[in-house]
Nanobody
Framework: QVQLVESGGGLVQAGGSLKLSCAAS????????MGWFRQAPGKEREFVAA????????YYADFVEGRFTISRVNAENTVYLQMNSLKPEDTAVYYC????????????????WGQGTQVTVSS
């Protein structure tokens, strides 16, 4: 059974940085795409970033505006989200997700989810 565990969330001031990690276990050797989504209170879950199997292609939501970088180390079954220039509106629970296919911006396309990690950005 695939399990995803996020870490690295916390409280940071506006303009600061955080690096989220997502460790996957129970994987078989099978190409997958990994994504990061977030959900703020009272809002729907939204796409943040995704990366394909090789790491050669990455995709971002428009609101990222070059502030975030997604990466992966397949040998460690880990995907990262480096977040810089954080804004109060980035406050949300951040989830990583795995899809047995090419990347997607739609949360319903993903097969497995982590439990989420809270990111709070103070003004």
């Amino acid at each position: 059974q695939v399990q995803l565990v996020e870490s690295g969330g916390g409280l940071v001031q506006a303009g600061g940085s955080l690096k989220l990690s997502c460790a996957a276990s129970g994987l078989t050797f099978r190409r997958n795409a990994m994504g990061w989504f977030r959900q703020a209170p009272g809002k729907e879950r939204e796409f943040v970033a995704a990366i394909n199997w090789s790491g050669g292609s990455t995709y971002y939501a428009d609101f990222v505006e070059g502030r975030f970088t997604i990466s992966r180390v397949n040998a460690e079954n880990t995907v990262y989200l480096q977040m810089n220039s954080l804004k109060p509106e980035d406050t949300a629970v951040y989830y990583c997700a795995l899809r047995w296919d090419i990347y997607s911006r739609h949360s319903t396309d993903y097969n497995y989810w982590g439990q989420g990690t809270q990111v709070t950005v103070s003004s």
